[in-house]
């Protein structure tokens, strides 16, 4: 059974950090492109990060310098480490994982940036 299970979210101040980190089974996590993905209230779900199979990483313009993904292969798991949190940055955080036409998504976690 496939699983991706993200845990990290939380409340946090603006200019605080979180760790969100994505738990990946049931599939050959070291070959799929992994990404991070937030939706705010009432926008689209957009692209935050990604991180290929090999480590090449890219970012959103709005989190690049204070956002970076990381992958764990042999604990299958995807982190997202974000600094400088703003309270733009306020949304449910989801992983992705892609590998040719496989695509999973995880279930989310409340990411809330408040004073």
């Known amino acids: 059974q496939v699983q991706l299970v993200e845990s990290g979210g939380g409340l946090v101040q603006p200019g605080g950090s979180l760790r969100l980190s994505c738990a990946a089974s049931g599939f050959a996590f070291g070959t799929y492109t992994m990404y991070w993905y937030r939706q705010a209230p009432g926008k689209e779900r957009e692209l935050v990060a990604a991180?290929?199979?090999?480590?090449?990483?890219n970012y959103a313009d709005s989190v690049k310098g204070r956002f970076t993904i990381s992958r764990d292969n042999a604990k299958n798991t995807v982190y997202l480490q974000m600094n400088s949190l703003e309270p733009e940055d306020t949304a449910v955080y989801y992983c992705?994982?892609?590998?040719?036409?496989?695509?999973?998504w995880g279930q989310g976690t409340q990411v809330t940036v408040s004073s």
């Open positions: 992705r994982g892609v590998y040719s036409s496989s695509n999973y």
């Open positions: 991180i290929g199979s090999r480590g090449s990483t």
